[in-house]
């Protein structure tokens, strides 16, 4: 009975109206897995309007769905109220539960709840805007995590702010997908902003150098394909081997080096440009390919042909490192020891300021942290000292000494100041030469024969000169 008049017992009702309640729609299921707390409204009420918008229901809260007159349709609009008002009322948390009124009108509730637990709009999109700003990729954390983290910010600012679109349908200028590719634009931006930048400045670069840009999901991708990589660089041995900084006696022999170049070509391998016909990159990285040159670029040749000419011949595309924060090698040597005799331990232990170019050393390493561009956080590393003590690095990161040279992968080694630039490490990361003289230490660029430096000899060390390079003597390298 409804009203004191006989409802029709054949009236049936079709499967795809809202009215329609199935063997499952029982009013004690969950539609949702979160439950709301005094702090999740926004997460909570996403959710809930999902699973109500899946069963064709959410129309009896937002109050689209009117009141009908047909006395079969009546008696079922007053069921279908009680079943949703259970379903809210079983997703809100027992401490929240006492202060929900109990009503049998779905529109009710979900109105009474909002007004609430809903915090005033302009509050929460500067929370949102700020938290994305704030938002980074912190010490060990995947690139997955770190998008993950974005994507619940994004989903949650746009429920306060929807895409634009056209309403009268009529448009014929596609302005909703010109306003959807501004926004994937404006959130690739946000999610390179926030990627480390020790280990993704060199992807970033080349994936802002491609016109027109990447959409959000390929960059998101790319970020995936060279987190891989780092995985792949990084040995097991390198978080826990103990590293020396100074080991008398003991140097890398040139086979050692070689090896090491070695396994880093195979790892290069992997990739192969089909436009420069190079191993070592892709074909939508490849400068010559999109003609975006990054800055670290120079003067060297911009066309395939004068690169090749200047090559030798040869068809070579050379890159610098990945950010990796480990080169493969299981000790760091800083062999400075072959000048012992003639060098006090105290210029070796941290008292020069200079950058000392060393032949023996396998990684660059500095004790001033107002040198670096950008930092990482390190498992400590133990370093060893010419007088048998052991300091710490905590830290790599970038070293920018002057508008030729950059150095990657900088070890941060606490209270030193004796700066090591590593030979092996600057001509593995660039594709710089280095001769030495029995005055000078000559650094080129092998493409462009661009003198980039020069270290002066002193008190048997050859440290990197302040010297004007046009007052170095040049050397005819020979090639």
């Known amino acids: 009975m409804a009203g004191g008049q006989a409802v029709d017992t054949t009236f049936k009702i079709d499967p795809l109206s809202p009215f329609y309640l199935g063997s499952h729609d029982i009013p004690s299921i969950k539609i949702s897995s979160i439950s709301l707390s005094h702090s999740n409204y926004e997460d909570w009420s996403r959710n809930i309007r999902m699973s109500l918008k899946s069963r064709r229901k959410f129309g009896f809260c937002?109050?689209?769905?009117?009141?009908?007159?047909?006395?079969?349709?009546?008696?079922?609009?007053?069921?279908?109220?009680?079943?949703?008002?259970?379903?809210?009322?079983?997703?809100?948390?027992?401490?929240?539960?006492?202060?929900v009124p109990f009503v049998k009108d779905a529109a009710v509730l979900w109105r009474d709840l909002e007004?609430?637990?809903?915090v005033v709009d302009g509050t929460s999109i500067h929370s949102l805007k700020t938290d994305l700003a704030n938002c980074k990729q912190l010490k060990g954390m995947s690139v997955t995590e770190y998008y993950g983290k974005l994507k619940t910010l994004w989903d949650a600012l746009a429920i306060h702010e929807p895409p634009f679109a056209c309403k009268c349908r009529r448009c014929t200028c596609?302005?909703?997908?010109?306003?959807?590719?501004?926004?994937?634009?404006?959130?690739?931006?946000?999610?390179?902003?926030?990627?480390?930048?020790?280990?993704?400045?060199?992807?970033?670069?080349?994936?802002?150098?491609?016109?027109?840009?990447?959409?959000?999901?390929?960059?998101?991708?790319?970020?995936?394909?060279?987190?891989?990589?780092?995985?792949?660089?990084?040995?097991?041995?390198d978080v826990t081997n103990v590293m020396a900084f100074s080991v008398p006696g003991v140097s890398r022999t040139p086979?050692?080096?070689?090896?090491?170049r070695e396994k880093e070509k195979l790892e290069r391998r992997k990739f192969f440009c089909s436009h420069c016909q190079v191993h070592g990159h892709e074909v939508n990285n490849c400068f010559f390919k999109t003609n975006k040159f990054p800055d670290w670029w120079g003067s060297r040749p911009r066309t395939l042909e004068e690169f090749r000419r200047r090559q030798g011949g040869g068809t070579g595309q050379n890159t610098p490192a990945s950010g990796s924060a480990s080169r493969g090698d299981s000790i760091v040597h800083a062999n400075v020891a072959y000048t012992a005799s003639s060098v006090s331990s105290d210029r070796l232990s941290g008292t020069c300021i200079s950058w000392i170019i060393d032949t023996g050393a396998s990684n660059h390493v500095t004790g001033d942290l107002t040198l670096f561009f950008d930092t990482i956080v390190i498992p400590p590393r133990a370093v060893g000292l010419p007088n048998g003590k052991q300091i710490l690095a905590s830290k790599i990161g970038t070293v920018r000494i002057?508008?030729?040279?950059?150095?990657?992968?900088?070890?941060?080694?606490?209270?030193?100041?004796?700066?090591?630039?590593s030979v092996s490490q600057l001509t593995t990361d660039f594709d710089y030469i280095l001769q030495f003289t029995k005055d000078w230490c000559l650094i080129q660029d092998r493409s462009t024969r661009m003198m980039i430096g020069a270290g002066e000899l002193n008190d048997g060390l050859f440290m990197l000169s302040s010297t004007p390079l046009s007052l170095v003597n040049t050397v005819g390298w020979g090639l």
Not at 403 to 421: D, E, G
């Open 174 to 237: 596609d302005i909703s997908s010109q306003a959807t590719k501004r926004l994937d634009n404006e959130r690739l931006h946000q999610f390179f902003m926030g990627l480390d930048r020790s280990l993704y400045s060199t992807l970033r670069n080349q994936q802002f150098q491609l016109d027109p840009l990447p959409t959000l999901n390929r960059g998101y991708h790319a970020a995936l394909q060279s987190e891989r990589l780092l995985h792949c660089d990084a040995a097991p041995s």
């Open 62 to 99: 937002d109050g689209t769905i009117k009141k009908p007159t047909e006395e079969n349709l009546l008696a079922q609009w007053e069921v279908v109220h009680c079943t949703i008002v259970r379903w809210i009322r079983n997703m809100i948390d027992p401490s929240v539960i006492s202060s």
């Open 402 to 421: 002057d508008n030729k040279i950059t150095l990657q992968r900088v070890l941060f080694v606490p209270h030193l100041t004796c700066n090591l630039i």
């Open 255 to 260: 086979t050692d080096w070689k090896a090491i």
């Open 115 to 118: 007004e609430h637990f809903a």
